[in-house]
């Protein structure tokens, strides 16, 4: 049983260029969660998404960042425009249900930076 | 808000020594994580507390929860330098899917 997958684990943008992050949940997992690290730093939570729909985003900036979790295919985070506060680890967690008692298992991580 | 501090920050010790790292959490909680970092790479999970007095070990590493201090131990037994890593908790605040983490705590094992 495959972990949570993310692609690419490394991605380099210039300013202004667009970056799309990749995430595919362990097998049998429907709720994905996207955190951000910035360096030397912990996580911090940014949305919160079942399959096609988005339950709690209040962890995203308001503008150029979006996410999607689509029927089918893995979950996108999207980042229009990069700019270099941008470069940080994101990273993907799975669950198999979304409450409590749910324990979430992260993926590999994609580190963006921005140039 | 739910904040999570850890402390400290960074440790540097000796092989062979013990230490203790502490996690404090200011609202209630169900559960609590601890999880290891190495340099680049992703989140390890190391322990899952689920109760008031739950105490964990794996090794030279011991985790307890007291959920009415809101503190978490991390005890490190005679370190090793492959336990030099990037440690961190994290709690899931009751009735809600968010992991809110701590700062990390930034361990040196000496040789």
């Known amino acids: 049983n495959a972990g949570v997958m993310q692609n690419p684990r490394h991605l380099v943008r210039r300013r202004g260029q667009e970056a799309r992050l990749r995430c595919s949940p362990m097998?049998?997992?429907?709720?994905v969660y996207w955190y951000r690290q910035l360096p030397e730093e912990g996580l911090k939570f940014m949305v919160y998404?079942?399959?096609?729909?988005?339950?709690?985003e209040s962890g995203m900036p308001k503008e150029r960042f979006s996410a999607e979790f689509p029927k089918e295919g893995p979950s996108i985070l999207r980042i229009q425009q990069v700019v270099r506060g941008d470069s940080a680890a994101y990273f993907c967690?799975?669950?198999?249900?979304?409450?409590?008692?749910?324990?979430?298992?992260f993926g590999q991580g994609t580190r963006l930076t921005v140039v | 808000e739910l904040k999570v501090e850890q402390n400290p920050l960074f440790l540097s010790m000796q092989e062979g020594k013990n230490y203790t790292i502490y996690c404090n959490y200011s609202?209630?909680?169900?559960?609590l994580y601890w999880y290891r970092q190495d340099p680049g790479k992703s989140l390890e999970s190391l322990f899952v507390?689920?109760?008031?007095?739950a105490v964990k070990q794996e090794g030279r590493l011991m985790a307890s929860l007291d959920t009415k201090a809101r503190l978490s131990t991390l005890h490190i037994t005679a370190a090793v330098h492959d336990l030099s890593a990037t440690y961190f908790c994290?709690?899931?605040?009751?009735?809600?899917?968010?992991?809110?983490f701590g700062t990390g705590t930034r361990l040196k094992v000496l040789a």
């Open positions: 967690a799975s669950s198999r249900g979304g409450g409590k008692n749910t324990e979430a298992f």
């Open positions: 097998k049998g997992h429907s709720h």
């Open positions: 998404l079942q399959k096609e729909n988005i339950i709690d």
């Open positions: 609202t209630t909680s169900d559960r």
């Open positions: 507390l689920l109760s008031n007095g």
């Open positions: 994290a709690v899931d605040m009751t009735g809600t899917y968010k992991y809110i």
